[in-house]
Every structure is written in C-alpha cells, then in structure tokens.
C-alpha cells in the first residue's frame, strides 16, 4: 500500500537550516506530483510547497527564498530544505502525494490523496 514517512524535523534556533525527506513507496513514485504541508497548534494546515514529476515548482508566499522542494525519483523521496529558520515555521510538517490524472503544483490541500505523519520543526527565538 502507499506510505509517505517523513522524517529530518527537529528543535533548532532561528536562522538555522533543517532538511525534511519524504520517502515514498507503495506506487511509482516518479508518476505523481508531490507537496509539503505544515500545522500549527491551533491553525489549519497550510500548504508549504509542491513539485510536479517534472520539477515544476510552486512555495507559499511566506516561505520563498528561503524553502527549497525537489524529488529524488531514483530514491523515492521528495525534500524540503529549509534556510533562514523562523519561529513562526514551527509547525508538524507532512508530505502528501497526488494521484490526480493532472500533473499539477496544487495547493490545495483536498486535492492531495496520500498523507505522511508528520514530522516536527520547532524553531526558537
């Protein structure tokens, strides 16, 4: 069956750098678009960032320039590198897999069908 694990969050200060791994299996990976969404304690779950199969790319404004998405499909696994850490990141960090007929960078939380656990940042001051 199809598993995401995440994997990489951890405490750090502000301005550091963490990288996540999504390591997918289960399906074939290569043939659907992957993304990253984050929840903070008493907020709704926010979309962070997406990669098509092709690495088209597509960041929530508030992360730009300082996130980074890309996919291994050799290793079925999708990244997320952090830079410039802020205490506002702190958040559960999931990956979730599209198996959508369209090879797009949603968004959109509902269209995504597989969801990971979750892994935690917690960034201080």
């Known amino acids: 069956q199809v598993q995401l694990a995440e994997s990489g969050g951890g405490v750090v200060q502000a301005g550091d750098s963490l990288r996540l791994a999504c390591a997918a299996s289960?399906?074939?990976?290569?043939?659907?678009?992957m993304a990253w969404f984050r929840q903070s304690p008493g907020k709704e779950r926010e979309f962070v960032a997406a990669?098509?199969?092709?690495?088209?790319?597509r960041y929530e404004d508030s992360v730009k320039g300082r996130f980074t998405i890309s996919r291994d499909n050799a290793g079925n696994t999708v990244y997320l590198q952090m830079d410039d850490l802020k205490p506002e990141d702190t958040a559960v960090y999931y990956c979730?897999?599209?198996?959508?007929?369209?090879?797009?960078?949603?968004?959109?939380?509902?269209?995504?069908?597989?969801w990971g656990r979750g892994t935690q940042v917690t960034v201080s001051s």
């Open positions: 979730a897999a599209d198996f959508s007929l369209w090879d797009t960078t949603t968004s959109s939380e509902a269209e995504y069908d597989y």
């Open positions: 289960g399906y074939t990976f290569n043939l659907h678009a």
């Open positions: 990669i098509s199969t092709s690495g088209v790319t």
